[in-house]
């Protein structure tokens, strides 16, 4: 890039008035602020969504939410307690058997469409809500979350009235009241990916958002109202882990989803093993990015980068291994550090970020503990020398080669932008690396050779393979993981088929 000197910028951007663009760091160009202005039309307290109505919780206690990305409280959440639970599935109940559970599927359908357009009337809102709340960038809420929630519901609307056709052959029945717990890194768009089928299917619902974000579902709540949705369709309970358990544990649930860490998803089988409930689990990913000496190598960087880069490496499926051709290898690393030293971090309201906050305090604290465990391992690290906002939680991207299998940086999910780099000689050393690992959920194969996609696509233990790209998704596609990332399946036929009885 052109020195600032040879290019003899005025000192004064004629634009804003304020100091002429200067290149920070060498490398990045500093930018005019780019706030999204949209207002997100926050309350300053949510209470629980139950039986069609926002009700205060039973004890009267309340949490913060926090942006992230400043540390200031946005607003404060109920509690629940077991007793809001158990209303909550008594509301489900009486909707199902009443209600939901008659209706036919035309019918249902377009309460789906009533939702899908009423998010995207407000679209911009909830970005701007989603991206205060959980730290994500807003071209990311903005451009990926929200539309791919609002397609969600269109996507299962079109089911609602053709499931004959979903098994063909065979009768289906919706499972009855479904209790779901979901995470934090997608608050909204995996909210959107259980309610969907659920209510598609017929069944009736409650579900608990994560701690720390927890304010796009009560503002879904307001959209369930505006559609005219039955009370009691669809119930929020908010609140930590024990209400989590306490969602999973209740008497009246057919079946359990959740979405989130493989440790959480180990206990819940534990507690429900022996009951008559049906349960999908969605866990955590080590996922490798695979890259040959044949593939396009600049198209394959932007690749890597936005697989493991893209919401701060809070992604289940993030490439966060990369095993890259002994031959190319050190020309992709050259590559990608040159690439990650002109990412944005900062700000994640601004239009120009491209790394935003990372979740939480503990969450950094986490990434911080496995990036340390590399260097005392023996990994060599990079990070550029960007300038982080000094409040708020962030985190510099960061590349480790020379890592080895027997590093924890290679095994352990870090759910950060952290990207773990090694090296292979031959396709099955590929296959073998890749399928080294406990869990199961995603690959991406960056080559040239149509045979060696479909060779890697099968040999590769992953619920989804990516093949020269990385982190597309669609409704109709079913997403999902092997070992232990879990099993069944969301999106798609298949992800219906979760969602009811077959004779
Ligand atoms: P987490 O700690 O497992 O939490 C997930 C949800 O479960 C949250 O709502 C949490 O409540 C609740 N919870 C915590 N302990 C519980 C318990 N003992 N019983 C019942 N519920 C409990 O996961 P996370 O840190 O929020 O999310 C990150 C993880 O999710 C990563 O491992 C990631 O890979 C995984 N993930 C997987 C997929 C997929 O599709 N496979 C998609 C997204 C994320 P709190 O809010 O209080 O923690
Ligand atoms: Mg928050």
Not at 36 to 52: C, Q
Not at 83 to 105: E, H, R, S, T
Request: hydrophobic letters at 40%.
């Amino acid at each position: 890039m052109t020195s600032l000197a040879e290019k003899k910028l005025p000192r004064v951007s004629a634009r804003s008035g304020r100091p002429a663009p200067e290149l920070i760091f060498g490398d990045l160009w500093e930018f005019d602020p780019s706030p999204e202005t949209a207002d997100p039309k926050l309350k300053t307290r949510y209470d629980l969504f139950i039986d069609g109505q926002f009700v205060a919780p039973k004890l009267g206690k309340y949490f913060d939410s926090i942006n992230p990305a400043s540390e200031q409280k946005l607003a404060e959440i109920a509690q629940a307690s077991a007793a809001d639970v158990d209303a909550a599935y008594q509301a489900a109940k009486a909707a199902y058997d009443n209600v939901w559970g008659k209706l036919p599927g035309r019918e249902r359908a377009k309460y789906l469409f009533r939702i899908a357009r009423l998010l995207q009337d407000r679209a911009r809102e909830f970005a701007v809500a989603e991206t205060l709340d959980g730290g994500k960038p807003i071209k990311e809420s903005r451009d990926f979350d929200v539309p791919m929630a609002a397609a969600h519901f269109f996507y299962h609307a079109g089911w609602a009235d053709k499931l004959d056709y979903v098994a063909p052959g065979r009768k289906v029945a919706p499972l009855g009241v479904v209790g779901q717990v979901i995470p934090w890194n997608f608050p909204l768009l995996m909210l959107a990916w259980k309610l969907a089928p659920a209510l598609a299917m017929g069944n009736t619902v409650v579900l608990k958002p994560a701690e720390t974000t927890s304010i796009t579902c009560l503002k879904l709540a307001e959209i369930l109202q505006d559609a005219g949705l039955p009370p009691g369709v669809v119930n929020f309970v908010t609140g930590a882990g024990d209400v989590g358990a306490a969602v999973l544990n209740h008497p009246i649930p057919a079946k359990i989803a959740f979405t989130g860490s493989t440790e959480v998803g180990k206990i819940i089988m534990r507690s429900l093993a022996g009951t008559e409930k049906k349960m999908t689990l969605e866990l955590g990913g080590k996922a490798a990015n695979i890259v040959f000496d044949d593939a396009p190598l600049n198209q394959a960087v932007e690749g890597i980068v936005n697989g493991i880069f893209f919401n701060q490496g809070h992604v289940c499926c993030a490439g966060s291994r990369l095993l890259v051709h002994e031959p190319v290898a050190e020309q992709v690393l050259t590559k990608l550090k040159n690439r990650i030293k002109v990412l944005r971090v900062g700000d994640p309201i601004d239009k120009n970020t491209d790394i935003g906050a990372i979740n939480s305090k503990e969450q950094l604290q986490k990434i911080t503990a496995m990036v340390a465990s590399g260097v005392k391992e023996g990994a060599e690290m990079f990070q550029p020398a960007c300038r982080l906002p000094a409040k708020g939680f962030y985190f510099r991207p960061t590349l480790f080669s020379g890592v080895s299998m027997s590093h924890r940086i290679a095994r352990e999910e870090i759910f950060g932008p952290v990207l773990s780099i090694l090296t292979f000689r031959t396709v099955d050393e590929a296959i073998e690396r890749a399928n080294n690992t406990a869990y199961g959920l995603s690959a991406g194969v960056w080559t040239d050779k149509g045979s060696r996609i479909l060779k890697m696509s099968t040999e590769l233990k992953a619920g989804v393979v990516w093949a020269n790209t990385y982190n597309k998704f669609d409704p109709a596609s079913p997403f999902g993981g092997y070992k232990e990332s879990g099993f069944g399946r969301e999106g798609g036929r298949q992800g219906l088929l979760d969602y009811c009885k077959l004779s």
